[in-house]
């Protein structure tokens, strides 16, 4: 699958099926795609926990609040992404300059885990939404959470969807 195949055949996964556990070697491998992505001046300030059995389950149950995220509950792995320190350099430019890279460096890590695990054949859904106390302590985690990964092989039903995107020239500019 190349490049633009992952991009066509990626989307948020939002039924799983709950038979279907996934390989640990399809876990490695998307964990070592994940551990080569790159991030500001190398520093990968981020953390990545693995959550599997009763941790996903309860991490799960952590990114349902208020009615949202249902879907979770049948993802067998759980992918929780938490903040982690900068190299000095990275911290220095960061606050120099006023950008985030720590959020820029998650987006991409979560891109490359995303990726991989189309390749592998599995389902994804990046979530926002959840509680950061309630997953920190199932994981004991000391830094905030920034993103949750649901991981797993897609219903039947899940069938994929077709994307609403703006029209190319509504997105991108060319200047000379």
Same mark, same amino acid.
Not at 29 to 47: F, G, K, T, V
Not at 69 to 95: D, L, R
Not at 135 to 142: G, V, W
């Given at each position: 699958? $190349?490049?633009?195949?992952?991009? *066509? ?11 279907? /556990? ?11 795609? #994940?551990?080569?992505?790159?991030? /500001? ?16 389950? #309860? ?14 509950? $049948? ?11 900068? &190299?000095?350099?990275? /911290? ?22 995303? /990726? ?10 990046? *979530? ?12 004991? *985690?000391?830094?905030?959470?920034? *993103? ?13 969807? $077709? ?11 060319? &200047?000379?």
């Amino acid at each position: 699958m $190349n490049f633009h195949e992952i991009a *066509l055949n990626r989307q948020s996964c939002r039924s799983y099926d709950p038979d279907k /556990a996934v390989d640990n070697e399809k876990i490695t491998s998307i964990l070592e795609s #994940a551990r080569i992505a790159p991030s /500001a001046c190398n520093s990968q300030p981020y953390n990545i926990t693995v959550c599997k059995g009763d941790k996903a389950k #309860a991490v799960a149950k952590a990114t349902q609040g208020m009615g949202m995220n249902k879907f979770t509950e $049948n993802a067998p792995v759980m992918i929780v992404i938490s903040e982690g320190a900068y &190299v000095k350099s990275a /911290a220095i430019g960061s606050k120099i300059k006023g950008n985030d890279y720590r959020s820029i460096d998650i987006g991409i890590v979560s891109a490359y885990i995303t /990726a991989e695990a189309t390749v592998q054949g599995l389902g994804t859904c990046i *979530l926002g939404w959840f509680d950061d106390s309630k997953i920190r302590n199932i994981c004991d *985690l000391s830094t905030p959470v920034r *993103l949750v990964i649901s991981l797993g092989y897609a219903s039947a039903d899940d069938n994929l969807r $077709n994307k609403k995107r703006k029209s190319f020239d509504e997105l991108i500019k060319t &200047v000379e």
